[in-house]
C-alpha cells in the first residue's frame, strides 16, 4: 500500500523567513495531496491541496510543488509569522480509495519572533 | 454553520473494557472517516462510510475495532477488550462525497486512555 515519508520532524525559523517541508510517497498511482495544519490541542485543518495534473499551487504565502516522476510533493510557506507555528501533516490518496488519505509523520514548524 | 464533533472527548477506561466513540458529521456529509492519531505520529486511516455501508474498512487493526453508521449521519466505533497500546486520539472525519479530492472535515477528537 502506500507510504507517505514527511521531512523534517521538526523545523525552526526566523519570522520572515521560508519554510519548506518535503514529503514523498510511494504509490505512483496517487494522483491527490493534501496538507492540513494543526495547532496543538486542535483539529487538523486543510491549508492547500494540489492534484497530479498541475506542478504547482499557490494561496497567498503558501505553495505546494509536486514532481510526479521523482514521487515528491514540498509545501513552501513564505514570511513566515509566529501564528504559522503548528504540526503540518502531508497526506496522498487515490482515484479508485475514495477519500482515504495516507498521511505523512507530520512537521513541528516554529516560528520565532 | 457546525463542524464535525465528537463525544466523549476525553475516555478513560480500564484495559479489558468496552467502549464507545460518537461522531456527528457535517449535517449533509455521505462521507465519513475514522483516523487514529497516536502522539506525535500523523492520523492513521481506520475506516471510511459512504453514506450508510462501510467502503473501506482495510485500516482497522484487528477484529476488536468496528464501526457503524446505521442512518447515514451518526457513526460509532466500538472497540472490544482494550489494550493500552489502543489509547490514541481518535479522529472523525466528513465530506460531502467520498470522491477522492473533497476536502475532509475533521472534529476535535476522542482521546482515549486505557490503564
Known amino acids: 500500500g502506500e507510504n507517505v515519508e514527511q521531512h523534517p520532524s521538526t523545523l525552526s525559523v526566523q519570522e520572515g523567513d521560508s519554510a519548506v517541508i518535503k514529503c514523498t510517497y510511494s504509490?505512483?498511482?496517487?494522483?491527490?495531496f493534501p496538507w492540513y495544519k494543526q495547532e496543538l490541542g486542535k483539529r487538523p485543518q486543510l491549508i492547500i491541496d494540489?492534484?497530479?495534473?498541475?506542478g504547482e499551487k499557490k494561496d497567498q504565502r503558501i505553495a505546494v510543488t509536486l514532481n510526479k516522476t521523482a514521487k515528491h510533493f514540498s509545501l513552501h510557506i513564505t514570511e513566515t509569522q509566529p501564528e504559522d507555528s503548528a504540526v503540518y501533516f502531508c497526506?496522498?490518496?487515490?482515484?479508485?480509495?475514495?477519500?482515504?488519505?495516507?498521511f505523512g509523520q507530520g512537521t513541528e514548524l516554529s516560528v520565532k519572533p | 454553520g457546525a463542524g464535525v464533533s465528537q463525544t466523549p472527548s476525553n475516555k478513560v477506561t480500564e484495559k479489558g473494557k468496552y467502549v464507545e466513540l460518537r461522531c456527528d458529521p457535517i449535517?449533509?456529509?455521505?462521507?465519513l472517516y475514522w483516523y487514529r492519531q497516536s502522539l506525535g505520529q500523523g492520523p492513521e486511516f481506520l475506516i471510511y462510510?459512504?453514506?450508510?455501508?462501510?467502503?473501506?474498512d482495510s485500516g482497522l487493526p484487528n477484529d476488536r475495532f468496528f464501526a457503524v453508521r446505521p442512518e447515514g449521519s451518526v457513526s460509532t466505533l466500538k472497540i472490544q477488550r482494550t489494550e493500552r497500546g489502543d489509547s490514541a486520539v481518535y479522529l472523525c472525519?466528513?465530506?460531502?462525497?467520498?470522491?477522492?479530492?473533497?476536502?475532509?472535515?475533521f472534529g476535535p477528537g476522542t482521546r482515549l486512555t486505557v490503564l
Open positions: 497526506a496522498a490518496s487515490k482515484n479508485n480509495q475514495g477519500g482515504k488519505l495516507i
Open positions: 472525519a466528513s465530506s460531502p462525497s467520498s470522491g477522492y479530492t473533497d476536502t475532509q472535515y
Open positions: 494540489i492534484r497530479s495534473n498541475v
Open positions: 504509490d505512483s498511482a496517487s494522483n491527490y
Open positions: 449535517s449533509g456529509h455521505t462521507a
Open positions: 462510510f459512504q453514506g450508510t455501508g462501510a467502503a473501506d
